[in-house]
């Protein structure tokens, strides 16, 4: 009796299953068949052109990261032409900021990848490097690439650091000189050093704009994430390879975000005076702001 | 009288066309302590800061330890390591703990050793009575702690001259005995002191010297018993008036 219950049941079980993987192959059917999922939400689609798209990625990484490396230098020259007391060097930078806010990033990508090799200047210079490749694409190509979006980039992040220098109390670099510092050291040990904090979650921000903007080297056919995506999608006549590359997009500008956020707040905290960062004393308590008789104590044994 | 250490000549200031400085003479002798009183506005701070350099002179020379500082071929930076000044605003280093503070000139100007420099930061920190808090950030101490690490930080660089501009004046009430303290006793070790203050009773308890400023000119200048009990000037009457009715 014990053992034909067994048997009945376990056949029921195996038949459910097996109702089961029908209901989703059906399920699935019928998603890549709809009109709407089937467009934009292709599973099938998304693993054939995973690969591809996955491709890009680096590239795209790759540019991002590197770009706004080579902004920050450039950013922080720009930031200082701007508060120079010589003023041909302001108008000089204001003017370069003007222009490159001022005009739109593809046009700019447009003219200076499109236009540079037209120049045999150009072409002379990058010839010594003309056997290097990375990621599938020359020299040339990555030069080009670096130059707009660090160019780009800079002309933004100067406005952002030139913000944050100024933002330091006058009493600091007061304070620095009154002890013997030059201005420069001042400003690479006192001013600098409390500027970063505080454009640190702003400039993180501008990082994610920049990453978001190398897809439009799309248009000069440049190999980045969104060139391939855009291939599969021509090859196909689906959509989905664009909703794979906006997930690897989002692979980076989510978290990136989140940390703008907690940087902010941690940076309000500082501000407020109560934050505790890392292994830092233990917050004063009210008690122990107000006069220890014990504190004048040590200073007269000490005197 | 020894020689003078801070020597002031002639000195005028304009901010903008406005003259707010009218031909100073000062001379400051090795060892004294001078409080400059005056209402605000008379100018009092502008001649503190003309005496590091913060504000350039228009014209005039300010002489400290027998260098014209405001000379052309003076390197001012040198120059400011002898002269210490503490602020109002105490303008410590957000981003470094109160030893960090102290260390941070005498490893970047003076170019000592990190275990130098920290020896030295710990021994000033103990003497304005602060070696328990020298890992604290500025924001995690009090106004007026903040201002003993601000004084440890420019006595470290073993300064000739002192400068303190109202350094008790952004202070909670109860905080202000404690920097006093710490002044007087740097005042008893033989520190040459400029202090510009409001403290009236550490002007006459400490000071050798009382300068009383008002529109931008020195209008009496003597002992704390000459300016307090019986002074000449009108002007000085009426401010030490003013003072006495506050209290």
């Known amino acids: 009796m014990g053992t034909l219950l067994a048997v009945a049941t376990s056949t029921g079980t195996g038949l459910s299953a097996l109702a089961t993987a029908n209901f989703w192959a059906q399920a699935l059917d019928w998603w890549e068949n709809a009109s709407f999922s089937g467009t934009f939400l292709s599973p099938s689609q998304a693993i054939e052109s995973l690969p591809v798209v996955a491709q890009g990625f680096p590239v795209t990484l790759t540019m991002a990261f590197i770009g706004f490396f080579l902004a920050i230098p450039l950013g922080l020259g720009l930031a200082f032409l701007k508060m120079a007391k010589f003023a041909p060097l302001r108008w000089i930078a204001t003017t370069y900021v003007d222009v490159i806010r001022g005009t739109p990033l593809l046009l700019q990508i447009i003219v200076i990848y499109l236009g540079l090799p037209l120049m045999p200047a150009f072409q002379t210079a990058m010839e010594p490097f003309s056997n290097i490749t990375f990621l599938s694409l020359d020299f040339s190509a990555w030069f080009r690439a670096f130059l707009i979006l660090s160019a780009n980039s800079a002309a933004y992040l100067a406005e952002i650091f030139r913000a944050g220098i100024q933002s330091i109390p006058k009493g600091q670099m007061e304070a620095a000189r009154s002890l013997g510092m030059k201005t420069s050291m001042a400003m690479s040990v006192v001013i600098l050093p409390q500027t970063v904090r505080r454009i640190l979650p702003t400039s993180l921000s501008e990082f994610i704009l920049l990453l978001k903007d190398t897809a439009l080297f799309t248009v000069v056919s440049f190999g980045e994430m969104m060139l391939y995506a855009r291939w599969e999608q021509a090859r196909t006549f689906n959509m989905t390879p664009l909703v794979l590359v906006a997930v690897f997009y989002l692979l980076v500008t989510i978290p990136a975000g989140r940390i703008v956020a907690r940087l902010e707040n941690k940076l309000a905290e500082q501000d407020s005076g109560t934050a505790s960062r890392g292994k830092r004393p233990p917050r004063l308590d009210v008690a122990s702001t107000h006069v220890v008789p014990h504190q004048e104590n040590v200073l007269q044994e000490v005197r | ?247």
């Open chain 2, 1 to 247: 009288m020894s020689k003078a250490i801070v020597e002031i000549k002639d000195l005028k200031k304009t901010f903008a066309n406005e003259e707010v400085l009218h031909s100073i003479n000062l001379q400051v002798h090795k060892g004294e302590v001078v409080c400059i009183l005056g209402p605000s506005g008379s100018g009092k701070s502008t001649l503190l800061r003309c005496i590091n350099l913060l504000e350039v002179p228009t014209s005039g020379e300010v002489w400290v330890d027998g260098t014209q500082i405001n000379a052309k071929n003076t390197d001012i930076n040198k120059a400011r390591r002898h002269l210490g000044m503490v602020f109002q605003q105490f303008n410590l280093f957000p981003h470094k703990t109160a030893q960090g503070n102290v260390e941070l000139a005498l490893t970047k100007v003076l170019k000592l050793s990190k275990d130098e420099a920290s020896a030295i930061a710990i021994e000033q920190l103990a003497h304005v009575g602060l070696a328990d808090r020298a890992d604290y950030y500025p924001s995690q101490l009090s106004g007026g702690q903040q201002q003993r690490v601000a004084i440890a930080r420019a006595l470290a660089m073993e300064p000739k001259v002192m400068l303190f501009d109202e350094v008790t004046s952004s202070l909670d009430p109860e905080l202000v005995r404690d920097v006093l303290n710490v002044m007087r006793d740097l005042a008893r070790g033989g520190m040459t002191m400029v202090v510009v203050t409001h403290e009236m009773g550490f002007a006459r308890e400490v000071a050798d010297r009382v300068v009383f400023m008002d529109e931008g000119v020195i209008v009496e200048e003597g002992s704390p018993e000459d300016i307090f009990e019986k002074p000449k000037n009108e002007r000085t009457k009426n401010f030490l008036g003013h003072l006495i009715e506050q209290n």
